[in-house]
């Protein structure tokens, strides 16, 4: 099997994700757009509910994707088969499991759909069967692809992403097609159905073409000091599991039950929004998180030092612009794609802006906590995370209605691991103040501020048609934002780092395409 370096393997899974992720958002928003026209609004809110109810069924996987991935790392790197296998095939099992109790579960909540929509939505299917299908699509996966762990633990995420989003944009130009002859929902997530299927049948042959190891008949059990650290791994990951969860996939639930399933159709436009950059620009880091595990695993302390301090850099930079470019474009967009009966008011495109920045500035503290293993500091805080979010968001949410929701959110999140987290790896992980990094989030915020603030006089002056004010107000907000933050950090040895890091990888490029 062929492999490549760190770099080459960052620079395959990086532009495999950009790219395939954009080609693949165009198209979607596209097929959004087309939704939209041809459905009722009730049918985006039971989507946007059906999503969070199921990803919370998705907590059956108690952490053992995070904590199987981060054991790989290891006999990857020596090419020991024999523990690749065992790790792949106690996955396997646990999966199978995995699957088989969400069903149950899933069913068990069948009767409850009725407590959380109140008002009958004005869809023409069953609630029931649709969600019922909805729930095959998410089983599914849990019997097929989790081979692709040990793909993406390998740094050959570039080959789970690829096929993911063929299959994936093959799939929207169908459904498109079909919504515009059909006018048929039911049609429609057939067709995701049909498509979830090949991609998970295809990910899973890909994973034993790479590693025939893995389709071994005799393949040896972890001896047991593995399998308790193993499990161990997986009780502390289980923690942050619950937490993702509860702040992640309550809000729509909550949305509903207080605002109604119009609503949440209605501000689910902005959150594909929201959604859509953040996995484009989460895209860039997933395809060096596996890197980043190997790194930690040979380098100096004083290295993986530096590193963070760059990836956290670059998180300031891609998540900063992403953050004004929500605050002062969002609307527009939306407005442009489906009318303006569609667009809310200015403070929840800024509260939607403010919980995006919060979660994408730990993207490097979150990756270097998972890949130095530091699964055990901080699980019980992550609970907290869950439960103050859930009892802020019924508090705030009956006061001040879908901007409460979300300020709830925010308020869990900065109380409780957004202080944390951070403090756990400089303490535990670096060996270093945590009040470096807070003086460096300090720093970022000022910029972000004063780049804001340019934003916001700039896009003053613009006064043009909808189409036209769009692609402008766009263009100001992101030349404003570069060129401040070139200004404030050219010095910094980061942005050093940064031009270092682009001259090699261009320099690998060319020497590729001779």
Same mark, same amino acid.
């Given at each position: 099997?062929?492999?490549?370096?760190?770099?080459?393997?960052?620079?395959?899974?990086?532009?495999?994700?950009?790219?395939?992720?954009?080609?693949?958002?165009?198209?979607?928003?596209?097929?959004?757009?087309?939704?939209?026209?041809?459905?009722?609004?009730?049918?985006?809110?039971?989507?946007?509910?059906?999503?969070?109810?199921?990803?919370?069924?998705?907590?059956?996987?108690?952490?053992?994707?995070?904590?199987?991935?981060?054991?790989?790392?290891?006999?990857?790197?020596?090419? !020991? /088969?024999?523990? $690749?296998?065992?790790?792949?095939?106690?996955?396997? =099992?646990? #999966? +199978?499991?995995? *699957?088989?109790?969400?069903?149950?579960?899933?069913?068990?909540?069948?009767?409850?759909?009725?407590?959380?929509?109140?008002?009958?939505?004005?869809?023409?299917?069953?609630?029931?069967?649709?969600?019922?299908?909805?729930?095959?699509?998410?089983?599914?996966?849990?019997?097929?692809?989790?081979?692709?762990?040990?793909?993406?633990?390998?740094?050959?995420?570039?080959?789970?992403?690829?096929?993911?989003?063929?299959?994936?944009?093959?799939?929207?130009?169908?459904?498109?097609?079909?919504?515009?002859?059909?006018?048929?929902?039911?049609?429609?997530?057939?067709?995701?159905?049909?498509?979830?299927?090949?991609?998970?049948?295809?990910?899973?042959?890909?994973?034993?073409?790479?590693?025939?190891?893995?389709?071994?008949?005799?393949?040896?059990?972890?001896?047991? !000091? /593995?399998?308790? $650290?193993?499990?161990?791994?997986?009780?502390?990951? =289980?923690? #942050? +599991?619950?937490? *993702?969860?509860?702040?992640?996939?309550?809000?729509?639930?909550?949305?509903?039950?207080?605002?109604?399933?119009?609503?949440?159709?209605?501000?689910?436009?902005?959150?594909?929004?929201?959604?859509?950059?953040?996995?484009?620009?989460?895209?860039?880091?997933?395809?060096?998180?596996?890197?980043?595990g190997n790194h930690n695993a040979?380098?100096?302390?004083?290295?993986?030092?530096?590193?963070?301090?760059?990836?956290?850099?670059?998180?300031?930079?891609?998540?900063?612009?992403?953050?004004?470019?929500?605050?002062?474009?969002?609307?527009?967009?939306?407005?442009?794609?489906?009318?303006?009966?569609?667009?809310?008011?200015?403070?929840?495109?800024?509260?939607?802006?403010?919980?995006?920045?919060?979660?994408?500035?730990?993207?490097?503290?979150?990756?270097?906590?998972?890949?130095?293993?530091?699964?055990?500091?901080?699980?019980?805080?992550?609970?907290?995370?869950?439960?103050?979010?859930?009892?802020?968001?019924?508090?705030?949410?009956?006061?001040?209605?879908?901007?409460?929701?979300?300020?709830?959110?925010?308020?869990?999140?900065?109380?409780?691991?957004?202080?944390?987290?951070?403090?756990?790896?400089?303490?535990?992980?670096?060996?270093?103040?945590?009040?470096?990094?807070?003086?460096?989030?300090?720093?970022?915020?000022?910029?972000?501020?004063?780049?804001?603030?340019?934003?916001?006089?700039?896009?003053?002056?613009?006064?043009?048609?909808?189409?036209?004010?769009c692609i402008l107000k766009i263009?100001?907000?992101?030349?404003?934002?570069?060129?401040?933050?070139?200004?404030?950090?050219?010095?910094?040895?980061?942005?050093?780092?940064?031009?270092?890091?682009?001259?090699?990888?261009?320099?690998?490029?060319?020497?590729?395409?001779?």
């Open positions: 099997m062929k492999t490549y370096s760190r770099t080459e393997y960052s620079i395959l899974n990086i532009i495999a994700g950009v790219g395939g992720y954009i080609a693949n958002t165009v198209l979607g928003f596209i097929c959004r757009m087309v939704f939209v026209k041809y459905l009722a609004a009730d049918y985006l809110g039971v989507n946007g509910l059906f999503t969070n109810i199921l990803s919370m069924l998705s907590l059956a996987e108690l952490g053992i994707g995070g904590a199987i991935t981060y054991a790989l790392y290891k006999p990857l790197a020596e090419k !020991d /088969e024999e523990k $690749i296998a065992s790790l792949v095939k106690l996955y396997g =099992t646990a #999966y +199978k499991v995995i *699957g088989i109790t969400i069903v149950i579960i899933g069913l068990c909540l069948m009767p409850f759909l009725k407590v959380i929509i109140k008002d009958q939505p004005d869809i023409a299917e069953s609630i029931y069967l649709l969600y019922g299908i909805n729930l095959f699509n998410t089983v599914i996966t849990y019997f097929f692809s989790y081979r692709s762990s040990l793909l993406i633990a390998a740094q050959q995420n570039y080959i789970v992403v690829g096929i993911n989003y063929l299959i994936t944009i093959l799939q929207s130009v169908i459904q498109m097609i079909t919504l515009m002859y059909t006018h048929n929902y039911m049609a429609y997530i057939l067709i995701q159905t049909i498509g979830t299927l090949i991609y998970n049948v295809s990910v899973s042959k890909a994973a034993k073409n790479k590693f025939p190891c893995i389709t071994r008949k005799n393949v040896k059990v972890l001896p047991d !000091d /593995e399998k308790r $650290i193993l499990f161990e791994n997986i009780r502390d990951l =289980t923690f #942050y +599991k619950i937490s *993702g969860l509860l702040v992640n996939s309550t809000d729509n639930i909550l949305i509903t039950f207080f605002q109604g399933l119009t609503t949440t159709g209605i501000a689910s436009n902005y959150t594909l929004l929201v959604n859509t950059l953040n996995s484009l620009l989460g895209q860039v880091f997933n395809g060096l998180t596996a890197s980043i040979i380098e100096s302390e004083e290295k993986k030092y530096e590193m963070f301090n760059f990836m956290n850099f670059m998180n300031f930079w891609i998540f900063g612009w992403g953050t004004l470019g929500i605050v002062f474009c969002s609307s527009d967009i939306v407005s442009l794609c489906f009318g303006d009966k569609y667009v809310l008011p200015l403070e929840i495109p800024v509260i939607l802006a403010a919980n995006f920045y919060s979660v994408g500035m730990m993207n490097a503290v979150w990756t270097y906590k998972h890949t130095l293993g530091l699964f055990h500091y901080g699980r019980f805080l992550q609970i907290i995370t869950g439960i103050l979010n859930i009892v802020l968001s019924a508090i705030l949410g009956k006061k001040f209605g879908l901007f409460g929701i979300l300020a709830a959110t925010l308020i869990a999140r900065g109380l409780t691991n957004l202080c944390y987290d951070p403090y756990a790896v400089f303490k535990h992980g670096f060996g270093k103040s945590p009040l470096l990094y807070l003086k460096k989030y300090c720093h970022f915020i000022l910029v972000l501020f004063i780049a804001a603030i340019s934003c916001y006089y700039s896009m003053r002056v613009i006064n043009s048609t909808r189409l036209v004010s263009l100001i907000c992101s030349l404003n934002i570069n060129i401040i933050f070139l200004v404030a950090f050219f010095r910094w040895p980061e942005f050093n780092m940064l031009k270092r890091i682009i001259a090699n990888m261009l320099t690998i490029v060319r020497n590729k395409m001779k």
